[in-house]
């Protein structure tokens, strides 16, 4: 919880990037590239939750993907403790992946509806055989759903019997079959309803604790970011703008974009209506195959002078009032949005 | 109501004709009274509403908030005229719009209401425009139709609205197609159809759901100008329970095909008086909560091709008693001051009384759900049909 006392970093990412090609014309030559990530650094320590935010098309998702190795870096460096994940091969890297796993946004279009729950849950053993001796295969699949809180008996059935929540749980039993150290929670929540969102935080929060896990959080929905994480980052654009504590980043924002961010995000209470000031960004976020020079947000952004679209803010420690944090804006000053 | 239309005199006729024919009484635009609608599938009938009233007056913004299953799409499209029929049906009730009974209207007739009168912005704009007609196209088909307009004046007009929704380059982009604009232009391209006759009622389905929130600032910002500007009566269907917080005045929350609760927003945001509200307000996560076990409401929402005896919601409630289980379901009535509710016990929950007690926690919700019983989504379904429903309940 408490960011005075370091943790032991488990997942360490450096300069982390992804360019997709896009082809064109009859010879399918590169044309340019999609900067879906561009140089994404951070530190995820034992037993946290970090956070990601940003809107779609940011780069958060592809992210995650980066971090499980789902997709191939175009550059950068991941080590997950002390190994470089990059560079394995063959076993190791299928004995890496034991420790690092995923929950998928849609649990509709996540589990095969071909299987059952318990082949679903009881998959990661038929990759990883000498987790679970075959006989005692069964009796851990039903430890894991009632872990997660579902029917052990419904072990046979089949994804399309249960509901949004059920079948994000069916999701969550798998991630955590093989005894992972993190989890990449792509949008967990998003797909599900309000009254069941609730469940399925509790739920992640008391696997947490239990089981010790590192949670990457990646979300839109500000709120439920806020509750779960103690860290969070913002991403604009496939970069980290702000990356701080989760109280640093709520209270005290200092990049304009996480201002406009959270300026947007309505608040549960009419009162608050009039209360605040909602800064309302103008146009959409640019597209990240041609995103803007320098600074990425300067197109949009209210503060922005000649040095953003000439020079690159870099993601460091600056002040917030009380202390500091990073920020990657030339004009980084806190200010109260919440 | 002063439309300027630019193609001249006849046009103008029509529309000074439409609006005479349409006034609103005392300011009341739409009476939504008892309306039923069901689903008759192959496998049984799935009541989708069950007797849902409400008014909505000029200016005003009623939001209807629920889950997905609880009603609040159908309603919209009972009222627009635009249920899919079979499977739905229309099972009793009245839709009045300035004292009118509109179901009643023959086609004809209900074909000059939706559109000039009520129009709705949908969800989902991607899916909601055709793709191979470019956007101006389609925005113009409404001056065609329903204004008889040619080709050039309804292009001109298409341009005023892209204008009008902020839409920049209104006049290069008027033959760009759908895939061509971003989601929150798409969304914008979908409101200018929507208003391009200024109706009197506008009903909004989830109109930022599919948006992120610094477009959805922008959407909303609009629709309530727009609002302002023509005194429009705005029907806000959404799940968010901070959307409404931002921009209703009245607010009506549906469950399992019923309003559960009707209040003014202040009040209710204050003190929910019905269980299901309060559930849905405590389960936001708070700041004081931080790192705390978030209040959820145990449970699902029911399967309405069986919906529980009793009180829809009994199976969840913190506060169920007997009466809940065995009584037919309670009647939204007044509980206080301008405020309805339809709970037995909501004079109690409205007034903190240490009479009402909790007969069963989240926990033991939960258990008993997950444990005791079949999971309520397949109870007497067959699997084709539920595979079917799969991704989107009714």
Same mark, same amino acid.
């Given at each position: 919880?408490?960011?005075?006392?370091?943790?032991?970093?488990?997942?360490?990412?450096?300069?982390?990037?992804?360019?997709?090609?896009i082809k064109a014309g009859v010879l399918r030559r590169t044309v340019g590239h999609v900067k879906a990530v561009d140089g994404?650094?951070?530190?995820?320590?034992?037993?946290?939750?970090?956070?990601?935010?940003?809107?779609?098309?940011?780069?958060?998702?592809?992210?995650?993907?980066?971090?499980?190795?789902?997709?191939?870096?175009?550059?950068?460096?991941?080590?997950?403790?002390?190994? $470089?994940?990059?560079?394995?091969?063959?076993?190791?890297?299928?004995?890496?992946?034991?420790?690092?796993?995923?929950?998928?946004?849609?649990?509709?279009?996540?589990?095969?509806?071909?299987?059952?729950?318990? $082949?679903?849950?009881?998959?990661?053993?038929?990759?990883?055989?000498?987790?679970?001796?075959?006989?005692?295969?069964?009796?851990?699949?039903?430890?894991?759903?009632?872990?997660?809180?579902?029917?052990?008996?419904?072990?046979?059935?089949?994804?399309?019997?249960?509901?949004?929540?059920?079948?994000?749980?069916?999701?969550?039993?798998?991630?955590?079959?093989?005894?992972?150290?993190?989890?990449?929670?792509?949008?967990?929540?998003?797909?599900?309803?309000?009254?069941?969102?609730?469940?399925?935080?509790?739920?992640?929060?008391?696997?947490?604790?239990?089981?010790?896990?590192?949670?990457?959080?990646?979300?839109?929905?500000?709120?439920?970011?806020?509750?779960?994480?103690?860290?969070?980052?913002?991403?604009?654009?496939?970069?980290?703008?702000?990356?701080?504590?989760?109280?640093?980043?709520?209270?005290?924002?200092?990049?304009?974009?996480?201002?406009?961010?959270?300026?947007?995000?309505?608040?549960?209470?009419?009162?608050?209506?009039?209360?605040?000031?909602?800064?309302?960004?103008?146009?959409?976020?640019?597209?990240?195959?041609?995103?803007?020079?320098?600074?990425?947000?300067?197109?949009?952004?209210?503060?922005?002078?000649?040095?953003?679209?000439?020079?690159e803010p870099l993601l460091i420690e600056r002040p917030d009032g009380e202390s500091a944090h990073l920020s990657a804006c030339?004009?980084?000053?806190?200010?109260?949005?919440? | 109501?002063?439309?300027?239309?630019?193609?001249?005199?006849?046009?103008?006729? %029509?529309?000074?004709?439409?609006?005479?024919?349409?006034?609103?009484?005392?300011?009341?635009?739409?009476?939504?009274?008892?309306?039923?609608?069901?689903?008759?599938?192959?496998?049984?009938?799935?009541?989708?509403?069950?007797?849902?009233?409400?008014?909505?007056?000029?200016?005003?913004?009623?939001?209807?908030?629920?889950?997905?299953?609880?009603?609040?799409?159908?309603?919209?499209?009972?009222?627009?005229?635009?249920?899919?029929?079979?499977?739905?049906?229309?099972?009793?009730?009245?839709?009045?719009?300035?004292?009118?009974?509109?179901?009643?209207?023959?086609?004809?007739?209900?074909?000059?209401?939706?559109?000039?009168?009520?129009?709705?912005?949908?969800?989902?704009?991607?899916?909601?425009?055709?793709?191979?007609?470019?956007?101006?196209?389609?925005?113009?088909?409404?001056?065609?139709?329903?204004?008889?307009?040619?080709?050039?004046?309804?292009?001109?007009?298409?341009?005023?609205?892209?204008?009008?929704?902020?839409?920049?380059?209104?006049?290069?982009?008027?033959?760009?197609?759908?895939?061509?604009?971003?989601?929150?232009?798409?969304?914008?391209?979908?409101?200018?159809?929507?208003?391009?006759?200024?109706?009197?009622?506008?009903?909004?389905?989830?109109?930022?759901?599919?948006?992120?929130?610094?477009?959805?600032?922008?959407?909303?910002?609009?629709?309530?100008?727009?609002?302002?500007?023509?005194?429009?009566?705005?029907?806000?269907?959404?799940?968010?329970?901070?959307?409404?917080?931002?921009?209703?005045?009245?607010?009506?929350?549906?469950?399992?095909?019923?309003?559960?609760?009707?209040?003014?927003?202040?009040?209710?945001?204050?003190?929910?008086?019905?269980?299901?509200?309060?559930?849905?307000?405590?389960?936001?996560?708070?700041?004081?909560?931080?790192?705390?076990?978030?209040?959820?409401?145990?449970?699902?929402?029911?399967?309405?091709?069986?919906?529980?005896?009793?009180?829809?919601?009994?199976?969840?409630?913190?506060?169920?008693?007997?009466?809940?289980?065995?009584?037919?379901?309670?009647?939204?009535?007044?509980?206080?001051?301008?405020?309805?509710?339809?709970?037995?016990?909501? %004079?109690l929950l409205l007034t903190h009384s240490p009479e009402l007690e909790v007969t069963q926690t989240t926990e033991e919700v %939960?258990?008993?759900?997950?444990?005791?019983?079949?999971?309520?989504?397949?109870?007497?379904?067959?699997?084709?049909?539920?595979?079917?429903?799969?991704?989107?309940?009714?």
């Amino acid at each position: 919880m408490s960011t005075s006392v370091r943790q032991e970093v488990v997942l360490k990412a450096e300069d982390l990037v992804k360019h997709y090609p896009i082809k064109a014309g009859v010879l399918r030559r590169t044309v340019g590239h999609v900067k879906a990530v561009d140089g994404v650094s951070f530190e995820l320590y034992k037993g946290e939750t970090l956070g990601i935010v940003g809107e779609s098309g940011c780069g958060k998702s592809t992210l995650g993907r980066m971090l499980m190795r789902l997709e191939e870096p175009t550059g950068g460096k991941l080590t997950f403790d002390g190994v $470089d994940v990059y560079s394995q091969k063959g076993a190791d890297m299928r004995r890496l992946r034991r420790d690092i796993q995923i929950v998928f946004q849609d649990p509709y279009t996540s589990l095969n509806p071909r299987k059952t729950v318990g $082949d679903i849950v009881g998959e990661p053993f038929d990759i990883h055989t000498d987790v679970v001796p075959k006989r005692g295969r069964r009796q851990r699949v039903q430890e894991l759903l009632e872990l997660v809180g579902l029917n052990p008996e419904h072990i046979n059935r089949y994804p399309h019997q249960f509901s949004g929540g059920q079948r994000q749980r069916i999701g969550i039993a798998r991630g955590v079959a093989l005894h992972p150290k993190v989890i990449i929670c792509d949008e967990p929540v998003s797909a599900l309803d309000v009254s069941v969102q609730a469940q399925v935080v509790n739920l992640l929060e008391r696997l947490q604790r239990e089981l010790g896990l590192a949670y990457i959080f990646i979300a839109h929905d500000l709120s439920v970011v806020r509750h779960i994480s103690d860290r969070v980052g913002v991403m604009y654009l496939g970069k980290l703008v702000e990356l701080g504590d989760e109280d640093q980043i709520y209270s005290r924002p200092t990049h304009p974009y996480t201002q406009a961010l959270l300026s947007a995000v309505p608040l549960p209470d009419p009162t608050m209506r009039h209360m605040r000031e909602q800064i309302v960004l103008t146009g959409d976020v640019p597209s990240p195959a041609n995103p803007p020079q320098a600074c990425r947000f300067h197109t949009r952004c209210w503060k922005a002078q000649e040095i953003c679209s000439i020079d690159e803010p870099l993601l460091i420690e600056r002040p917030d009032g009380e202390s500091a944090h990073l920020s990657a804006c030339h004009f980084a000053e806190p200010r109260v949005i919440l | 109501m002063s439309v300027t239309v630019g193609s001249g005199g006849k046009a103008d006729v %029509e529309v000074l004709d439409s609006r005479g024919l349409w006034q609103p009484v005392d300011g009341l635009l739409l009476e939504v009274d008892e309306l039923q609608v069901e689903f008759r599938t192959r496998d049984g009938v799935a009541k989708a509403i069950n007797g849902v009233s409400f008014e909505l007056h000029e200016g005003e913004t009623l939001a209807i908030l629920g889950e997905s299953g609880s009603g609040k799409s159908v309603t919209a499209q009972a009222i627009m005229g635009i249920l899919d029929s079979p499977p739905g049906f229309i099972t009793g009730g009245e839709v009045r719009y300035c004292g009118k009974n509109i179901l009643a209207l023959p086609d004809e007739d209900r074909r000059r209401v939706r559109g000039p009168e009520i129009s709705m912005v949908f969800q989902d704009a991607l899916s909601a425009l055709n793709p191979v007609f470019s956007v101006g196209w389609q925005i113009a088909e409404m001056f065609r139709k329903h204004r008889g307009m040619n080709k050039s004046d309804s292009q001109a007009q298409a341009i005023r609205l892209m204008q009008r929704v902020q839409i920049p380059g209104a006049a290069q982009r008027v033959k760009a197609y759908p895939h061509q604009f971003s989601g929150g232009m798409r969304q914008r391209i979908m409101i200018a159809m929507a208003i391009a006759l200024d109706p009197a009622v506008l009903i909004a389905d989830e109109p930022t759901t599919a948006l992120d929130v610094t477009v959805q600032a922008q959407i909303m910002q609009l629709l309530a100008e727009l609002q302002q500007e023509g005194r429009m009566g705005l029907i806000l269907i959404t799940h968010d329970l901070g959307v409404v917080a931002d921009v209703a005045d009245r607010i009506a929350v549906m469950y399992a095909g019923r309003i559960v609760e009707q209040a003014d927003a202040f009040e209710l945001y204050a003190q929910p008086g019905h269980p299901y509200t309060k559930g849905l307000l405590d389960s936001i996560p708070r700041l004081d909560q931080k790192g705390e076990t978030l209040s959820a409401i145990g449970g699902l929402p029911p399967n309405l091709m069986s919906i529980p005896p009793g009180c829809p919601f009994n199976p969840r409630c913190h506060y169920a008693h007997d009466i809940c289980r065995v009584d037919p379901p309670p009647p939204l009535r007044e509980v206080a001051r301008h405020r309805l509710a339809a709970c037995h016990f909501s %004079e109690l929950l409205l007034t903190h009384s240490p009479e009402l007690e909790v007969t069963q926690t989240t926990e033991e919700v %939960e258990a008993h759900l997950e444990l005791g019983l079949d999971s309520p989504v397949v109870a007497g379904l067959d699997q084709a049909t539920q595979a079917e429903q799969g991704g989107e309940p009714l």
